[in-house]
């Protein structure tokens, strides 16, 4: 792959950037000091109160929601689910006027944006970001986010991982501070961002309670980076399966207009996430020149690709690791405003965009013909675009086992020098495989009342037959049946290989019906095809059923039941 180098400039000094020039920038009420402690309104977080050495506890934020509360802030607060560790996981509902339900929401006919933080608790800048958001937003002076829009914000989503704090070296050894941090996992040492098909996890189980009694047109979850060196304070993602109805106008029409604003109004460099693919190893760290920058997964165990399936607006952000606590903390910040001032300014057309990627995931009464097909399975952008990345040039040192900084490592030492080398960005998935779907729904046996009863945690409605009926059926015959070698989060993923066929059969009563026609069709189909790259055969839903020359549980409806 052709590499260019093209220019060299110096990276942002350690504490270039106060939030008190941050909140200039921003319009906000507030005023900062040099250290970024605003002295505003309203409560402190524990990373303003201790200059950034320390991140906020349950405990912290727990009482700085109640003193927004206390202090007449314009928040409803309620519990989103308790954790496995038995902590209640506040739910903060912000508008002016003060909302607390989404009825009253929906009846403001307003964006309904929903924020995310702490789902890896390691990862803590978005958790202080969102208090200070809403401490500013709460007792600002001026008309801001709150008169336009509803935020729903999750502050701290993995409350369990976030007290078993331990020195940063430990529980995120890629992280320049805090000192001490939470770990990913949650109480019960799951990945919750990678627990949105099977939603285990009593986290998510209330997340998509919320997502389905709020239904938010914007979703955007929080996160920091854990690898590569590059120029950028934050990167981020639209949701990358390719089936997302709204992810071609998130990345090419709204995130490159965030992106100038954070460089013209913050002078924050941030582009679309992704790691270098010559690798970040010992071996291979200190290469002069990457072969290509390449995202993550598309499959929606991730919450931003999940959410993107829905119909909404789907957007990740990752602060750069390995910039100080308080300048992610900053360029966090500056991100979710500037995302919410762009949805607030375009109020309408954000409605009515949100309205098209609802419409597209419905699939009742269209005919095949009308229909296009679903990516089911998907690989990466085969053509990808060649474009400039930042790079940080690392260099080793005489001792190898010298730490030069926290969070780099034994041996290297950071120049500060960034290039822009050209290479191929890889930043898209296409389909692989497609499906076209199905206008009558789906069916699969009675027996099966966990899969219903997730079915239904994901908002899809899960009805019975309640007598036998002939019906004209597609029916998957099972071929091979693939299991992963290793477990992943307590599973063996499964894939399927195999043939469809047409044939007639008479369901008995009981039999449960995934009728086609509401917002949640594209979900459910990723969910209930055999060949889904992460549906619910992945999840070993159906093991027992699964053999060569067997049919798979589930089956399409050729038309809608009577």
């Known amino acids: 792959m052709f590499v260019q180098t093209t220019h060299t400039r110096r990276r942002f000094p350690v504490r270039a950037l106060s939030l008190g020039l941050l909140g200039a920038a921003l319009g906000l009420t507030s005023t900062a000091d040099a250290q970024g402690t605003s002295t505003a309104r309203g409560p402190r977080t524990r990373a303003e109160r201790t200059n950034y050495l320390e991140t906020s506890t349950y405990a912290d934020v727990v009482s700085f929601v109640d003193s927004l509360r206390a202090m007449g802030a314009p928040i409803t607060v309620s519990e989103l689910a308790k954790s496995p560790g038995g902590r209640s996981l506040p739910l903060v509902v912000a508008s002016r006027p003060k909302v607390s339900t989404p009825a009253e929401a929906r009846r403001l006919n307003r964006p309904i944006v929903y924020l995310q933080a702490n789902i890896h608790a390691g990862e803590v800048e978005g958790k202080e970001a969102v208090l200070a958001l809403l401490r500013e937003w709460s007792f600002g002076k001026t008309p801001n986010v709150l008169d336009s829009l509803v935020v729903v914000v999750v502050p701290i989503y993995n409350a369990d991982g976030n007290e078993k704090l331990a020195d940063q070296a430990r529980n995120r050894g890629s992280q320049l501070g805090p000192v001490m ?38 979703f955007i979850d929080l996160h920091t980076t854990n690898g590569s060196y590059h120029g950028y304070a ?13 992810a071609p106008f998130t990345i090419d029409t709204l995130l490159p207009e965030i992106r100038r604003r954070m460089k013209a109004r913050h002078n924050f460099e941030v582009f679309p996430y992704g790691n270098f693919s010559s690798g970040e190893g010992r071996e291979s760290i200190t290469a002069p020149t990457k072969s290509g920058w390449v995202t993550y997964e598309h499959k929606p165990r991730y919450g931003t690709n999940y959410y993107g399936l829905r119909g909404g607006i789907s957007i990740l952000s990752e602060a750069y690791s390995h910039d100080p606590f308080e300048r992610r903390v900053a360029s966090t910040r500056a991100f979710v405003q500037e995302i919410l001032s762009y949805v607030s300014e375009r109020r309408p057309q954000i409605l009515a965009r949100v309205k098209t990627g609802i419409a597209a995931s419905t699939y009742a009464a269209r005919t ?15 053509r990808p675009d060649t474009q400039p990345v930042l790079v940080e040039r690392l260099e080793r040192v005489a001792d190898s086992t010298q730490r030069t900084e ?12 960034i290039a822009a080398q050209r290479m191929p960005v890889v930043d898209r998935f296409e389909a692989a495989l497609t499906r076209t779907p199905t206008s009558g729904g789906y069916v699969f046996d009675a027996s099966y009342t966990a899969v219903a009863d997730l079915l239904k945690l994901h908002g899809i409605a899960v009805t019975t037959l309640s007598a036998p009926q002939q019906v004209s059926l597609d029916v998957f015959q099972v071929d091979s049946v693939i299991k992963s070698g290793r477990p992943f989060q307590g599973h063996q993923e499964v894939s399927l290989t195999g043939a469809w066929r047409t044939e007639s059969r008479t369901l008995p009563a009981g039999t449960f019906v995934v009728r086609s026609g509401t917002s949640r069709d594209l979900v459910a189909m ?5 060949e889904s790259d992460d549906g619910l055969v992945t999840w070993n839903h159906f093991d027992a059923a699964l053999a060569k020359g067997k049919d798979a549980p589930v089956a399409r409806l050729k038309t809608p039941l009577r």
């Open 181 to 218: 941090i939470g770990e990913r996992p949650n109480g019960a040492g799951l990945d919750l961002n990678r627990d949105y098909v099977k939603a285990e996890a009593p986290e998510t189980r209330g997340a998509l309670a919320a997502f389905n009694a709020w239904n938010p047109d914007l």
């Open 368 to 382: 095949p013909a009308a229909t296009k097909a679903v990516p089911v399975r998907s690989r990466f952008l085969s």
């Open 526 to 530: 990723l969910l209930l095809e055999p």
């Open 406 to 417: 926290p969070g780099v490592p034994l041996g290297v030492r950071r120049t500060g020098e």
């Open 234 to 246: 934050l990167t981020y993602s639209q949701s990358l399966h390719p089936a997302a109805p709204l």
